[in-house]
């Protein structure tokens, strides 16, 4: 059974190349001891005053806040690590400049940059070199549910003839545990894997992982349960939010001032689009964005589509870069919105889908925010069109409301404002 069921990864070098110690053990005394040696010499831990002290000590907290955000990053479906590497390094590098500036203690500031150059090194060399060992390989029972899941470029699937694995190594068994034509000799084979330590998922499980999104279909009293968001992470983020739309507001004025001068020129009517929204707890609010559309013109009520004959010239760049949006600070600042959150809906949209969905005003479980996982996953689509969708993508972010899922939003809306990429 030893050689018919063994897990992927199972390996002691595989184990150790994969695993946190490797990276706390051989990666992180790399990066601290190679500008180190450049700059002090090899006799450098004879001596340590205050100043090296503190340099080694960033670098050291640094690296380790950067494996683990990296880390959990990587476990949201659609997260492309590679692409977070710099920003992430970056931004810890910063921070533990920052702390060292405003608390006037002393560092070396050759042997910090040395050091945040070996941590893009380091994890750029170990996101490539590991490459094809990240990549899940599954087995799938085909009965049920399971034959409707779909492999992703983070996730391979193999669908099982019989119960047996033919000696291949997976990460995991998949399987729709309430299948009505699960055999007893599938059981069985199930019950052989969990012995030999080869995890076994229900396949809701998995497609949440794929997919990003919670199905919505049949949630229970206990699936509410289970969604029901962290109310200290709540509070920490009602902090950022606050301090964050204080300092971003005087950054930003210039920008919105020019922006408004463009509307105003561009076609007649307001600067501002205010429109009364559903918020957080079932609570209206007013929002607060630039008119990217013309008054003389009548819709539906919603946007449809980048062909809307009524979205200005003006309106076109402003939506393509979510300089729109920028009021929506000083919703924040009220504590209205967040940063990140569910796009909050208009009164008469948020009626007419609680017809159609009963539990759909779940999703002010938590504020409303100016960009959202729904947004940076299915993009900014007309309001109706995908309804169904965006509901999902919303109560998975709820199901994992964290600061790691707030990162990964952050960095994907940034890529968005600075590249127009998946904006509507």
Same mark, same amino acid.
């Given at each position: 059974?030893?050689?018919?069921?063994?897990?992927?990864?199972?390996?002691?070098?595989?184990?150790?190349?994969?695993? @946190?110690?490797?990276?706390?053990?051989?990666?992180?005394?790399?990066?601290?001891?190679?500008?180190?040696?450049?700059?002090?010499?090899?006799?450098?831990? #004879?001596?340590?005053?205050?100043?090296?002290?503190?340099?080694?000590?960033?670098?050291?907290?640094?690296?380790?806040?950067?494996?683990?955000?990296?880390?959990?990053?990587?476990?949201?479906?659609?997260?492309?690590? =590679?692409?977070?590497?710099?920003?992430? @390094?970056?931004?810890?590098?910063?921070?533990?400049?920052?702390?060292?500036?405003?608390?006037?203690?002393?560092?070396?500031?050759?042997?910090?940059?040395?050091?945040?150059?070996?941590?893009?090194?380091?994890?750029?060399?170990?996101?490539?070199?590991? /490459?094809?060992?990240?990549?899940?390989?599954?087995?799938? @029972?085909?009965?049920?549910?399971?034959?409707?899941?779909?492999?992703?470029?983070?996730?391979?699937?193999?669908?099982?003839?019989?119960?047996?694995?033919?000696?291949?190594?997976?990460?995991?068994?998949?399987?729709?545990?309430?299948?009505?034509?699960?055999?007893?000799?599938?059981?069985?084979?199930?019950?052989?894997?969990?012995?030999?330590?080869?995890?076994?998922?229900?396949?809701?499980?998995?497609?949440?992982?794929?997919?990003?999104? @919670?199905?919505?279909? #049949?949630?229970?009293?206990?699936?509410?349960?289970?969604?029901?968001?962290?109310?200290?992470?709540?509070?920490?983020?009602? =902090?950022?939010?606050?301090?964050?739309?204080?300092?971003?507001?005087?950054?930003?004025?210039?920008?919105?001032?020019?922006?408004?001068?463009?509307?105003?020129?561009?076609?007649?009517?307001?600067?501002?689009?205010?429109?009364?929204?559903?918020?957080?707890?079932?609570?209206?609010?007013?929002?607060? /964005?630039?008119?990217?559309?013309?008054?003389?013109?009548?819709?539906?009520?919603?946007?449809?589509?980048?062909?809307?004959?009524?979205?200005?010239?003006?309106?076109?760049?402003?939506?393509?870069?979510?300089?729109?949006?920028?009021?929506?600070?000083?919703?924040?600042?009220?504590?209205?919105?967040?940063?990140?959150?569910?796009?909050?809906?208009?009164?008469?949209?948020?009626?007419?889908?609680? /017809?159609?969905?009963? !539990? !759909?005003?779940?999703?002010?479980?938590?504020?409303?925010?100016?960009?959202?996982?729904?947004?940076?996953?299915?993009?900014?689509?007309?309001?109706?069109?995908?309804?169904?969708?965006?509901?999902?993508?919303?109560?998975?972010?709820?199901?994992?409301?964290?600061?790691?899922?707030?990162?990964?939003?952050?960095?994907?809306?940034?890529?968005?404002? !600075?590249?127009? !990429?998946?904006?509507?």
């Amino acid at each position: 059974m030893r050689t018919d069921f063994e897990r992927r990864h199972s390996r002691w070098y595989e184990k150790i190349l994969l695993g @946190v110690p490797f990276q706390l053990l051989i990666g992180l005394p790399l990066v601290v001891m190679l500008p180190s040696l450049e700059r002090w010499g090899w006799e450098f831990w #004879h001596y340590l005053p205050d100043v090296r002290r503190n340099t080694i000590a960033a670098i050291i907290l640094a690296f380790i806040g950067i494996l683990f955000t990296l880390r959990r990053l990587a476990r949201f479906p659609g997260s492309q690590v =590679v692409a977070y590497i710099a920003p992430t @390094v970056t931004i810890y590098f910063l921070v533990m400049v920052a702390i060292l500036f405003f608390t006037r203690e002393g560092y070396t500031r050759q042997v910090m940059f040395s050091g945040y150059l070996a941590c893009l090194l380091w994890f750029f060399a170990g996101h490539f070199i590991g /490459k094809r060992y990240r990549r899940l390989k599954l087995a799938v @029972v085909p009965l049920g549910e399971a034959l409707k899941l779909q492999g992703t470029r983070q996730i391979e699937l193999r669908y099982l003839d019989k119960p047996e694995l033919d000696r291949v190594r997976f990460d995991a068994i998949v399987a729709d545990l309430h299948a009505e034509d699960l055999t007893p000799e599938w059981e069985k084979f199930l019950a052989k894997c969990t012995l030999a330590h080869i995890p076994v998922y229900n396949v809701k499980q998995v497609q949440e992982s794929v997919t990003g999104r @919670v199905r919505i279909q #049949h949630l229970s009293e206990n699936e509410f349960g289970s969604l029901l968001p962290s109310s200290l992470y709540q509070g920490f983020k009602r =902090v950022v939010d606050f301090f964050g739309a204080l300092v971003l507001i005087p950054l930003l004025s210039p920008i919105m001032l020019a922006t408004a001068v463009a509307i105003k020129r561009d076609s007649p009517g307001p600067v501002l689009f205010v429109q009364e929204r559903m918020g957080y707890r079932g609570v209206p609010f007013k929002v607060y /964005k630039f008119r990217s559309m013309r008054c003389d013109h009548h819709g539906k009520g919603f946007t449809e589509g980048e062909d809307d004959p009524r979205i200005t010239r003006v309106g076109r760049v402003i939506r393509k870069y979510r300089l729109d949006e920028l009021p929506q600070l000083f919703n924040v600042l009220k504590g209205e919105m967040s940063f990140i959150g569910p796009r909050p809906e208009s009164l008469a949209l948020s009626e007419w889908y609680e /017809k159609d969905v009963p !539990f !759909f005003s779940y999703r002010h479980v938590v504020r409303p925010g100016i960009s959202g996982w729904a947004q940076v996953e299915q993009g900014y689509a007309a309001e109706v069109d995908g309804m169904t969708a965006k509901l999902q993508y919303d109560f998975y972010y709820i199901k994992h409301f964290s600061l790691w899922i707030d990162v990964l939003i952050t960095f994907k809306t940034l890529k968005t404002i !600075f590249t127009g !990429f998946g904006a509507r």
